[in-house]
């Protein structure tokens, strides 16, 4: 079975600080890995995804994340964090005919 | 051009009623979905449809109805809305699971608020 477990509900970051947010995921087999930024009242936007190619995935708005095997990890950083940043992440893995989400995490840019 | 477009994007309505959401997609994509979002921003997959059949049925009440008409649209239907019903549904597509491309597209939601 897949999931994923997103570690923090709420990180907190200064303007122009890094961005982590973490993601592990549990899966019995290769998986493919993806975050998505939903914006208040808006819908899900792919920020990147994972499909076993490059172990380092670069996305939309300056975010990548790593795949990391050993770590059962794939966790969304970005170098500077921008106001505009602000939203709720999720983080998910592909299971055989749909996605297993995490529980989210709320991303807050303290200018 | 909107990808994935969800009708309508707010719904209140009162116990009891019967409402329905519309979702359509223009990605040529085989596969069509519907996500539930409660008021802790957990999404969790309510229906799963691949070129008009049903793939998944998770445990949701049988008030909840799917239709697929072709398979660019998938609209639900819900009967004697509860107000445990209220939440964001998100409708999303997808190609076939297990063709290589794993590009999940969501439409904007439907806030469905029952009182």
């Known amino acids: 079975a897949q999931s994923v477990t997103q570690l923090g509900s709420h990180v907190s970051v200064s303007e122009g600080a890094l961005v982590l947010l973490r993601c592990n995921y549990s899966?019995?087999?290769?998986?493919?890995l993806f975050w998505y930024v939903q914006y208040p009242n808006q819908g899900l936007q792919l920020l990147l995804k994972?499909?076993?190619?490059?172990?380092l995935v670069k996305g939309i708005n300056g975010f990548e994340a790593e795949f990391k095997k050993s770590e059962t990890s794939f966790h969304l950083t970005k170098p500077s964090a921008h106001m505009s940043d602000a939203a709720e992440y999720f983080c998910?893995?592909?299971?055989?005919?749909?996605?297993?989400f995490g529980t989210g995490t709320r991303l807050t840019v303290i200018p | 051009d909107t990808a994935v477009s969800q009708t309508p994007k707010y719904l209140v309505t009162q116990m009891g009623n019967d409402k329905s959401i519309k979702c359509e997609q223009n990605?040529?994509?085989?596969?069509m979905y519907w996500y539930k979002q409660d008021s802790k921003k957990f999404l969790k997959i309510m229906f799963s449809?691949?070129?008009?059949?049903?793939?998944i049925n998770e445990t949701v009440p049988n008030r909840f109805s799917p239709k697929s008409p072709d398979k660019a649209h998938l609209n639900l239907h819900i009967n004697s809305l509860e107000l445990g019903d209220s939440a964001v549904y998100f409708c999303?597509?997808?190609?076939?699971?297990?063709?290589?491309?794993?590009?999940?597209?969501f439409g904007s939601g439907t806030r469905l608020t029952v009182v």
């Open positions: 999303a597509s997808s190609p076939t699971p297990g063709t290589g491309d794993y590009g999940y597209t």
């Open positions: 899966s019995s087999v290769p998986p493919y």
């Open positions: 994972y499909t076993s190619a490059a172990t």
């Open positions: 998910a893995v592909s299971g055989a005919n749909n996605l297993f």
């Open positions: 990605l040529g994509h085989d596969t």
């Open positions: 449809y691949n070129n008009k059949e049903l793939i």
